[in-house]
Nanobody, 116 residues
Framework: QVQLVESGGGLVQSGGSLRLSCAAS????????MSWYHQAPGKERELVAA????????TYANSVKGRFTISRDNARNTVYLQMNSLKPEDTAVYYC?????????WGQGTQVTVSS
């Protein structure tokens, strides 16, 4: 059974940090580009960060550059999103996404709320 399970979300004050984890099962993430997206109420889902299958290439939304870091541990079949200097506008549901040439999978999401 293919699953992506996010964890690590919660309520944090502005300026604080959170580390999100996305644990995959049922497939090896080593052959997948892994990404984090977020979706705020009333808005479209947007790409936050992505990392190539071997981890050698990363990309970030302009709004999170310098504050967020995506990483992966293929041996643990897990991808992470370290979020520092959080702002109220980072409040959203954060989703993990796996994709390669043939398949794509979404996680169920984890809520991140940043209070001012």
């Amino acid at each position: 059974q293919v699953q992506l399970v996010e964890s690590g979300g919660g309520l944090v004050q502005s300026g604080g940090s959170l580390r999100l984890s996305c644990a995959a099962s049922g497939f090896p993430i080593s052959s997948y580009t892994m990404s984090w997206y977020h979706q705020a109420p009333g808005k479209e889902r947007e790409l936050v960060a992505a990392i190539s299958s071997a981890g050698g290439s990363t990309t970030y939304a302009n709004s999170v550059k310098g504050r967020f870091t995506i990483s992966r541990d293929n041996a643990r079949n897990t991808v992470y999103l370290q979020m520092n200097s959080l702002k109220p506008e980072d409040t959203a549901v954060y989703y993990c996404f796996a994709a390669n040439w043939g398949n794509s999978y979404w996680g169920q999401g984890t809520q991140v709320t940043v209070s001012s």
